[in-house]
């Protein structure tokens, strides 16, 4: 459906509106309020991601597809995920995602360099175009 951007919650121990970047789970709001999740759903929007290729990447990666490596957590801190994209899934059938670029920040737009961070859009998106059933 998209990619989670946060959750808001009332916080049990202070009481307090609560914004964060992950859900810290099993939060029960008091008066069993609501925890509410917010999710970018737009088919088009785009997102950086880090490949986890540890070698140099190809301009003909670009407009190729591939699916998330597995991720090994995140952190709480900044709410920042290590999902990354799964450099040896790259082909050009239908994949989780599609590259659209090689990412507009000069520090992290190397393709010399290990995990290079590339512009990608959801290609299997619910209100996609690849995605069976709709």
């Known amino acids: 459906m998209g ?3 946060g959750t808001f919650y009332i916080d049990p121990t202070t009481l307090k509106p609560t914004f964060k970047n992950y859900y810290p789970g099993g939060i029960t709001p008091p008066s069993s309020g609501a925890v509410e999740a917010f ?3 737009n088919p088009q929007q785009l997102f950086e991601i880090q490949s986890d290729n540890t070698a140099a990447s190809a301009q003909t990666d670009v407009f190729m597809c591939a699916d998330l490596s597995t991720p090994t957590g995140g952190s709480t801190t900044n709410g920042v995920s290590s999902m990354e994209l799964a450099d040896a899934t790259l082909s050009a059938t ?3 995602l599609k590259i659209i ?3 507009r920040d000069p520090a992290n737009s190397d393709l010399t360099a290990a995990n290079v961070n590339w512009r990608v859009m959801i290609d299997q998106h ?4 690849n995605y069976d059933g709709i």
């Open 101 to 103: 670029g090689v990412s």
């Open 94 to 96: 239908a994949a989780v």
């Open 126 to 129: 619910l209100f996609g175009h």
């Open 3 to 5: 990619a989670f951007w």
């Open 39 to 41: 999710v970018y759903d």
